[in-house]
């Protein structure tokens, strides 16, 4: 069992930089997969990124594609969501899961991030 707890939301200018943390408890968060999604007002929830259980491989949407940077301290049992260059569109609530193969077997209540214009 995997509890996650986002932080890190809030409201920022566009152009602006937020950085979320997911911390985990329990003894195997190393052994998981880490994603981050989010889900816009009034929309489908959507996949962000991904980083493997080692942090060697990581995968992101198209839509934040060098702009969002995922990583991992397993030493931490905290995973980050670097997110520069923000955009209106950016605004969601942010969610951490996990999973052994796939995020997805474990979730968190997810964090709100507001980007104004």
């Known amino acids: 069992q995997v509890h996650l707890i986002e932080s890190g939301g809030g409201l920022v200018q566009a152009g602006g930089s937020l950085r979320l943390s997911c911390a985990a408890s329990?003894?195997?968060?190393?052994?998981?997969?880490i994603g981050w999604f989010r889900r816009a007002p009034g929309k489908e929830r959507k996949f962000v990124a991904a980083?493997?259980?080692?942090?060697?491989?990581?995968h992101y949407a198209d839509s934040v594609k060098g702009r969002f940077i995922i990583s991992r301290d397993n030493a931490k049992n905290t995973a980050y969501l670097q997110m520069n260059g923000l955009k209106p569109e950016d605004t969601a609530v942010y969610y951490c899961?996990?999973?052994?193969?796939?995020?997805?077997?474990?979730w968190g209540k997810g964090t709100l991030v507001t980007v104004s214009s």
């Open positions: 980083i493997s259980w080692s942090g060697t491989a990581t």
């Open positions: 899961a996990a999973g052994e193969t796939n995020p997805g077997d474990y």
């Open positions: 329990g003894r195997t968060f190393s052994s998981y997969t």
